[in-house]
C-alpha cells in the first residue's frame, strides 16, 4: 500500500518489526479522520438504484462479503498513537462483522424521489463509528417500478473521490452472470485478523519513524527539489501573487458560510453529456467549464431569491483536481489537489459566465495551481504530523474565503451491476466543512452526469433553488447554442 517510502505521507514503510501489517495514515488522510465531529461527518457516499426485483439481505451480504477480498481497508479500522504522537494506523479488526456494515431498510411503497432523499439524508447525516471499519452498505427496498437501492458511505479519510470510483467497480460487477447469487457456494472465509501493536509499539514506531524522518527526507529532496524549481510549479505555487490575492480580497455571498449543524438536505438534477457537447461545439470550453457555468447559473438564482444578487457577485469555489497516477489505481489514500474558481453569478449574459469560468480554468491549466498544490503537499509530508494536525485545523474552522465545493468524478461510461442487476442511477453526496453550507457533487455514469447538492439544514432551507438553477443553467446554453447553430 505504501511506494517506496512515500505515498502514504508519513515516509514509514507501513510494517512494524514482528510482521504484524500495518499501515500508517498520511498527513491529508489523518486531517480528514481527526477533523470529523457531530457536526462535520465527513464521509463520501453515493446513492444507488437498480433494475428489480430486489435481492434478498441474505444474498447482498455474500456479494459484499465475496468482494472483500479485493478490498482489505474494509476489514481495518484506526488506531490512534497515544498522546498523538504520531499519525494513527490502520490495523485489522478483531471483531468485525460484516452484518454490522451492511445493513437493511425500505422506504413506503412505492418510493419515489422525494422518499429516497429523505430516507438518504437521514442516514447520511450519521456519523460513521470510528472504532469500526468506517464503511457503510445500507439496502433500500420499496422504490417505485420495482427498483431498489443501496446507500455506500465510506470515510473520507479512506479514500478520496477518484479512488471511491476504483472501490465501487470493485464491490460492482462488469456483467450480469459475474454476480449471480450461488445457494451453493461455501461460505467465505476472511483471512484471521493480524495482531494489532501495542501503544508501546506505537510509540516506539512513531519516535523510529520522527528520528529517521529527516534521513529519509533527505534521499528524497533532490527530486522534490527539482520539482519545485520546475517553473511550472513555480507558477502553481502562486507566483502571481498579487492576482491571488486581490481575488481573494473580493467581497462574495456570506450568507454561504457560518456555523453548520449535524443535519443535511440533499437534492440532485441531471444533465446529459450530449447537452454538454452541443454547448462545447457552439461556445468552445470543456466539460468542466460547460458544468461549472451551469452551477454558476444556479449560484445566481438562489442569491436572487435571498436578495444579495448583486453586478459584481462572485461565488469563490474549491474544485479538487485528482492528482492519482495510473500506478495508484485502486490504492485506497486521498491523493487531491484543489484550485479556487470564482463562479461570476453576477453577470447576467450565460455567454460571457461561461467565457469567464473558461478563462479562470485555462489559467489554471497554463499556471499549474494543481500540481503547485501537490508539490506543497509532499514537501508538508517531510513533517507529517504537522501535516495531520494542519489538515485537522483548516477543516474544522469556519472560515469566509471559499463558498462552496464543486467536484467532478468521472464515473465508468459502461454498465454496472449488483447480483445481476443493472445499476441505473448513481448520486454523489460531498460532505461539509469549513463553514461550507453547500457542496455540489458531479458524477458521470453512461453518458449521464448527475449533480448531487449537500446542504446544511438550517443554512440551505432553499437548497432547492439551486438544483433547479443548475438545471436552467444547461436548458439556458442549450437554447443559446442552438439559436448560434
Not at 464543486?406 to 448513481?426: A, I, M, Q, S
Amino acid at each position: 500500500m505504501t511506494d517506496g517510502g512515500g505515498r502514504n505521507g508519513s515516509g514509514d514503510d507501513g510494517r512494524n518489526r514482528g510482521g504484524s501489517g500495518w499501515e500508517r495514515l498520511g498527513g491529508l488522510d489523518a486531517g480528514f479522520f481527526f477533523a470529523e465531529s457531530e457536526t462535520t461527518p465527513l464521509h463520501i457516499a453515493s446513492v444507488t438504484v437498480f433494475e428489480g426485483p430486489a435481492p434478498s439481505y441474505g444474498d447482498l451480504v455474500r456479494a459484499v462479503l465475496g468482494k472483500l477480498g479485493q478490498v482489505p481497508r474494509y476489514r481495518q479500522r484506526v488506531r490512534t498513537v497515544p498522546l498523538q504522537l504520531g499519525n494513527p494506523v490502520w490495523v485489522d479488526d478483531p471483531h468485525f462483522t460484516i452484518l454490522y456494515h451492511v445493513r437493511h431498510t425500505a422506504v413506503p411503497r412505492p418510493g419515489g424521489a422525494e422518499e429516497l432523499r429523505n430516507l438518504a439524508g437521514r442516514v447520511l447525516s450519521q456519523r460513521l463509528d470510528p472504532a469500526k471499519p468506517l464503511w457503510e452498505i445500507w439496502l433500500v427496498e420499496g422504490l417505485e417500478r420495482g427498483r431498489w437501492g443501496l446507500i455506500t458511505k465510506v470515510h473520507h479519510c479512506v479514500v478520496d473521490g477518484i479512488g471511491g470510483v476504483d472501490l465501487l467497480t470493485a464491490l460492482f460487477d462488469l456483467s450480469p452472470e459475474d454476480g449471480r447469487p450461488d445457494p451453493d457456494a461455501a461460505q467465505v472465509e476472511l483471512p484471521r485478523p493480524r495482531p494489532a501493536p501495542s501503544g508501546a509499539e506505537l510509540l516506539a514506531r512513531s519516535a523510529r519513524n520522527a528520528a529517521t524522518a529527516p534521513l529519509r527526507g533527505a534521499v528524497r529532496l533532490p527530486r522534490l527539489a527539482r520539482r519545485l524549481a520546475d517553473p511550472r510549479t513555480l507558477r502553481g505555487l502562486g507566483i502571481d501573487v498579487p492576482r491571488v490575492l486581490g481575488r481573494l480580497a473580493r467581497p462574495t455571498a456570506g450568507s454561504l458560510n457560518g456555523p453548520i449543524g449535524p443535519h443535511r438536505r440533499w437534492l440532485w438534477t441531471h444533465a446529459e453529456l450530449a447537452e454538454i457537447r452541443r454547448v462545447r461545439a457552439a461556445f468552445g470550453g470543456t466539460v468542466n467549464d460547460v458544468v461549472l457555468a451551469a452551477v454558476a447559473h444556479g449560484f445566481r438564482a438562489l442569491l436572487e431569491g435571498r436578495g444579495e444578487l448583486e453586478p459584481g457577485s462572485r461565488v469563490r469555489t474549491l474544485v479538487p483536481v485528482s492528482v492519482r497516477g495510473e500506478d495508484e489505481r485502486g490504492v485506497p489514500r486521498n491523493r487531491v489537489s484543489g484550485v479556487l474558481v470564482e463562479l461570476p453569478v453576477g453577470e447576467e449574459d450565460p455567454r460571457r459566465r461561461l467565457f469567464e469560468v473558461r478563462v479562470q480554468m485555462n489559467d489554471v491549466k497554463r499556471t499549474h495551481q494543481a500540481a503547485g498544490g501537490e508539490a506543497l503537499a509532499r514537501l508538508a509530508g517531510f513533517a507529517p504530523t504537522l501535516m495531520a494536525l494542519g489538515s485537522r485545523y483548516a477543516l474544522s474552522q469556519t472560515q469566509p474565503l471559499v463558498q462552496t465545493v464543486v467536484t467532478n468524478v468521472p464515473g465508468p461510461p459502461f454498465p454496472l451491476y449488483v447480483l445481476g442487476r443493472r445499476l441505473v442511477e448513481l448520486y454523489p453526496f460531498v460532505p461539509l466543512a469549513m463553514g461550507v453550507r453547500v457542496g455540489v457533487a458531479v458524477f458521470s455514469y453512461e453518458g449521464r452526469l448527475t449533480f448531487g447538492l449537500t446542504g446544511d439544514f438550517d443554512g440551505m432551507p432553499d437548497l432547492g433553488v439551486l438544483a433547479s438553477g443548475i438545471r436552467e443553467g444547461f436548458d439556458e446554453l442549450l437554447r443559446l447554442a442552438e439559436a448560434a447553430a
